[in-house]
């Protein structure tokens, strides 16, 4: 067994978390500041949004330097006191490592343009354009076309499936992947414990002279540009150097479009590949399809069916493969309170949704704040939104004739901006987050870890019980099995050698009477609220979770 089997992973955003210098940008040090609070919580592993030196178009997805720290966020003397103080913690630091492209800053990008000899020009992917035109039709995920000319005279092109000032590397050029291994091999031997491997899914691209059939002036279309056969190839390329460095580095994949084959393809144990996948097909959401608004801001609403049959295909599929990723978002999605269209704001309601999906077979992936039931920014005003996909969202709905309070309406809840607000850890004016004004900044509804901390029935609390129990082999590495219930009832079951659990949760604002399956003795490990059991029959009250395990089992949330 590797560590990571047991990884229960916190991700922070570090400009949001806490800012130490009063500039309104958080930085290293604030997090070196919260590694007692994020200890306590629960967790082993602490993965990093990206932290390199960058011009911060997609803050920090863009690298012009990826051996350097951003000097907002703070130094390497700075990164190396992180690493050695979360390590005495015994917590694991992985990094976010955009391999998929650079900024157009980075001296790779900067040299091919500007040198007609340079020999970073095959770093890159360029065109001629065709008929006065773009070479093909594609759309990038940003908006617009994936092309761009170098120069208004020109008639060539680069490639970015992103913004346009992040230029998309050529993995065919074998220069390009020995660079990124031995970029991740430098953080490695600064005692790095994984990566997250951003978009690596889009590293091969198909014929760039074919044109999509898809409709729409750019119509985005994976078929030429995500998990192409290639993808595989470059991946185990890189995973085979990083393992051969240090084979307890974690490696986890962002593929966000993968489903749950396309996610044990790339994490067979016998291959060099990702140890696990996150994907944004397993949330446990399903679209709005009565809304008008369609595609990346579509409202979303949770369905407790979908999320049966989600995790039922999941944990099968990868049951002797890998773990699957076991989260409700992250960065790129506003926060799963506002996301969900949620019944109730009852904190009950959170703190079964936490259970349904944290105690599955999986490794757990808390996006900070959420622990403390923190919701998303709510801007002002629609000219807040100023991010290319919500500009043209804004543009269209506009010439449609929708209100601006419903458009501002409608991105309060669905915008990624308002996932990344400051962290609010007291009740002060910048919720003790900085001195100053955040970088995002914007109303935020109440909530402070300070008094959650000593708060028995908070949602912190109630987070911290979950992650002991989930630290237990029994719902770290037990079998999973989904039980048949009736559809506002979640049940399942995990089983390890001779230890039995199972989580049983009422989706419903009835109480409900819940027949066990089993008459072995039980005894409750964790409950939102008081929970009766009476030989097989479990008393659930409204929004009520539980979880149970044999009566001599030594586990208590
Ligand atoms: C996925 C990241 O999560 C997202 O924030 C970023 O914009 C794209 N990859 C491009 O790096």
Known sequence: ????????????????????????????????????????LGVN????????????IDNGYDVSNYFAIDPSIGTTDDFEQLIKEAHERDLHVILDLPINHTSDQHPWFKDALSNPNSIFKDYYIWQKGVNGHEPNNWGSFFGGSVWTKVSPESNNYYFHLFDKKMPDLNWKN?????????????????????????????????????MSLKSGKYPTDDTFYAKLPEVKQYLSGFVSEVKEQNPDTFLFGEASSADSHQAAEYTRPEEDECDVIVSSNNYGEV???????????????????????????????????????????????????DRLNLPTDDPKLQKSLAMMMFLQRGIPIIYYGEEIGQHGLKYQSVDDFDDQRAVELIDNLRAQKFDDDDILALLNEE?????????????????????????????????????EVSDDNSMLSFYQKLLRLKSTSLFSQGDYCLLATNKDILAYERTINDSYGIVVINYSDKPIDYVLPTNKNLKVALANQKVDVTGQVVHLEPWGCCALVKEEEEING
């Not at 990206?50 to 011009?55: A, G, L, R, T």
């Not at 999320?307 to 990868?318: H, M, Q, R």
């Not at 049951?319 to 409700?328: D, H, K, Q, R």
């Open 174 to 210: 074998v220069e390009v992947q020995r660079s990124m291994a031995d970029i991740a091999k430098f953080w490695v031997d600064k005692g790095v414990d994984g990566f997250r491997l951003d978009a690596f899914i889009h590293m091969a691209k198909a014929n760039l002279k074919q």
């Open 45 to 56: 592993t602490i993965w990093l949004n990206p932290i390199f030196v960058s011009p911060q």
């Open 287 to 337: 679209y709005d399809d009565d809304s008008k608004v369609k595609g990346f801001f579509q409202p979303r609403k949770f369905s407790l069916d979908h999320f049966k049959e989600t995790f039922v295909d999941w944990e099968s599929v990868l049951a002797n493969i890998s773990y699957p990723a076991l989260t409700w978002g992250n960065h790129d999605v506003s926060r799963f309170v």
């Open 1 to 40: 067994m590797k560590w990571y089997d047991n990884a229960i992973i916190y991700q922070i955003y570090p400009k949001s978390f806490q800012d130490t210098n009063d500039d309104g940008i958080g930085d290293l040090q604030g997090i070196i500041k919260r590694l007692d609070y994020i200890k306590n």
């Open 415 to 451: 915008d990624e901006m308002t996932a990344r607000g400051p962290f609010q850890w007291d009740d002060s004016e910048f919720g003790g987050f900085s001195n100053v004004q955040p970088w995002n900044w914007a109303k935020q509804l109440p909530a402070s870890a300070k008094a």
